[in-house]
């Protein structure tokens, strides 16, 4: 049986607890819309590397530092996703130490799928929230992460 979410007076603005619930429904979100949506060896653990490589393609370098994650942990992401036919990786033509991943004919249309079911639930925040409320606590998320990739390093 699923757990309700209890939010005190004490605790509603707690942003670390706010945020870890937001996260686990947005996975439950995420598991349930996204992650079944005909592609099965598809997980929520490759939904983040998955939307950043983008249309136009991305070196698994860059995919890594864009992610925040080591590029060991990139490649094994990748190599999944090759797996089940959604990314391929090639050399690059400027520079044959770097290879380029991009989408699949399949795992284009997967990715655009995946934008429009995003974009679905962006407007419900929006009729939830107000557009420029929505606006605004993107703009404030953006510069707590920026925040936290500054400073957590400094002890």
Not at 35 to 43: A, E, R
Not at 49 to 54: C, D, K, P, V
Request: glycine residues 4%.
């Amino acid at each position: 049986m699923a757990e309700t979410c209890v939010i005190t007076e004490e605790t509603k603005k707690v942003a670390p607890k706010l945020i870890y619930l937001l996260k686990r429904l947005l996975d439950e979100w995420m598991n349930k819309k996204l992650c079944l949506i005909d592609q099965p060896g598809f997980n929520s653990a490759h939904l983040p590397l998955f939307m950043s490589i983008g249309k136009t393609g991305i070196s698994n370098n860059e995919l890594a530092a864009k992610m925040n994650v080591s590029k060991q942990a990139t490649s094994k992401m990748v190599k999944e996703l090759e797996a089940i036919n959604m990314v391929r990786s090639e050399k690059s033509a400027d520079d044959a130490r770097v290879v380029m991943l991009y989408f699949t004919t399949e795992g284009e249309a997967f990715y655009h799928n995946l934008k429009d079911q995003v974009a679905a639930l962006e407007n419900q925040y929006k009729k939830v929230a107000g557009t420029k409320n929505y606006e605004i606590a993107i703009e404030v998320m953006l510069k707590l992460v920026k925040f936290h990739e500054d400073n957590n390093c400094i002890e």
